[in-house]
C-alpha cells in the first residue's frame, strides 16, 4: 500500500495546471482583440471626423451663397420696381423718379456680385469645355482641379483689394453724385464679401473635381454640383 506521506496529484490539479495556461492565452488574446477593436474604432471615428468637417463647411458656405442669391432676387424685385415707377413717372409726367437712376447703377453692381457664389455652386458660370470634353472623366476632372485651384489666389487677390478700396471709401465718405447722393462703401464691401466667398465655392468645386480625378465621388466635369 502507497505511503500517504508523499505528495499526490490529484486528477483535478493537474487539470487545473492544464487549464490555466490556456485560459490565461486565451484572455491575453481576447484582451489584444479588444484593444485593437478601441483602437480601430478610435481611428474610425478620427477619420469620419476628418470627412465630416469638409461637409459641415460645405454645408455652411452653401447656404451662405444661397442667402446671398435669395437677397440678389429680392434686390432684383425692387430695382424692377423702382425701375417701372421710374418709366410711368417719365410718361406721365414727364419726369424721373428721383434717385432711381443713381439707385440702379449701385444696384446692378450688388445684384451681379451677390449671385456669383450661388451660380458657381450650380455651375451656372459660361465655361469652355472643348478641351475637357475630349478627355475622360479623370483627366478632365483634373485639369479642372488644376485650373480652379491656380484661380483661387486670384479670387483672394481682388477679395483683398476691394476691401481695401471699400474701408478708403468708407474713410472718405465717398458719395455717388447725382441728384440724391447715396454712399459707396456698403456696395463695395458687398463685391469684396462675394469675392471671398466666390473663392471659397470655386475651393468646393476644385475638392470635388479633385476627388473626381482620383475616382471618388462620381463627379464628372461636365456634371454641375448641386
Do not use: C, K
Request: proline share 4%; hydrophobic share 50%; aromatic share 8%.
Amino acid at each position: 500500500m502507497p505511503s500517504s506521506s508523499g505528495s499526490r496529484r490529484t486528477p483535478s490539479s493537474r487539470s487545473r495546471r492544464a487549464w490555466f495556461p490556456t485560459w490565461s492565452r486565451a484572455t491575453s488574446s481576447t484582451s489584444h482583440a479588444s484593444s485593437a477593436r478601441v483602437v480601430e474604432r478610435a481611428w474610425e471615428m478620427d477619420i469620419g471626423t476628418r470627412v465630416r468637417v469638409p461637409r459641415r463647411l460645405r454645408g455652411l458656405v452653401q447656404t451662405i451663397s444661397r442667402v446671398m442669391a435669395l437677397l440678389a432676387v429680392l434686390l432684383l424685385i425692387l430695382l424692377l420696381i423702382a425701375t417701372t415707377i421710374d418709366f410711368a413717372s417719365r410718361n406721365l409726367t414727364g419726369r424721373p423718379a428721383p434717385g432711381v437712376f443713381e439707385l440702379s447703377e449701385i444696384g446692378l453692381a450688388v445684384i451681379t456680385m451677390l449671385a456669383l457664389p450661388y451660380t458657381m455652386q450650380i455651375g451656372g458660370h459660361v465655361a469652355l469645355d472643348t478641351v475637357t470634353q475630349r478627355m475622360s472623366d479623370r483627366v478632365g476632372a483634373a485639369v479642372e482641379a488644376a485650373g480652379l485651384i491656380v484661380t483661387i489666389p486670384f479670387l483672394l487677390w481682388a477679395a483683398r483689394a476691394a476691401n481695401s478700396v471699400a474701408l478708403h471709401s468708407y474713410a472718405t465718405r465717398e458719395v455717388r453724385a447725382g441728384l440724391y447722393e447715396f454712399s459707396l462703401w456698403p456696395a463695395r464691401i458687398v463685391v469684396a464679401w462675394a469675392f471671398l466667398w466666390l473663392s471659397l465655392e470655386v475651393a468646393i468645386r476644385a475638392w470635388d473635381a479633385a476627388r473626381a480625378a482620383r475616382g471618388h465621388g462620381g463627379l464628372t466635369v461636365r456634371e454641375p454640383i448641386g
